[in-house]
């Protein structure tokens, strides 16, 4: 725009960006402006904030693998210590996931959160298969009957022989 003494200036409102001026003018855009940023309000700063990049906290995502991890592990019963150490690991990057994701452009709380639950879900059930496992192992009464059980099973099963009689049309 044209200043009283006749000079141009920079016109940061209408969305002229690099430092080129602007032509005195009565109405309209200049040649070459950026009419979008101009009709929506956004100019030079604001235009930057909206182009950023949102990401996903990397910490986050981790958090929830290994905290699925550790829950499957959990679950099959016999992987409980991995259960355990995947637990601990989804529980520190959640915490890191949730610390990371206060800072500006950066997302996943929310995985962040989801990581933390099911890696503590993990870490609980992964350490209770355990210690019933290690409380079972332990005891000696509850293994005889264990083991007396078993014979009971393998006495009263039928052998292989019988089971092919019992099939029709075989024997």
Known sequence: MA???GSTRVDSTNGD?????????????????????????????DQFLVDKKHNTSVAAVFALAFG???LFCAL???????????????????????????????????VAI?????AVLGLLLGAA??????????????LNRIQTQLDKLRDTAPSSGEIVNQIPGQG
């Open 114 to 118: 989801g990581g933390l639950v099911t």
């Open 68 to 70: 699925l991890s550790a």
């Open 17 to 45: 960006q690099g430092g080129r001026t602007s032509a005195p003018r009565t109405s309209g855009t200049a040649a070459g402006a950026d009419v979008t940023s101009h009709m929506t309000g956004n100019t030079g700063r």
């Open 129 to 142: 298969v355990l210690a019933g496992a290690t409380i079972l192992v332990n005891n000696d009464q509850a």
């Open 3 to 5: 200043d009283n003494d």
């Open 76 to 110: 099959t019963a016999i992987l409980s210590p991995a259960a355990v150490v995947f637990g601990i690991i989804g529980i520190v990057l959640g915490v890191l996931g949730l610390k990371m994701a206060k800072r500006p452009w950066v997302h996943g709380r929310g």
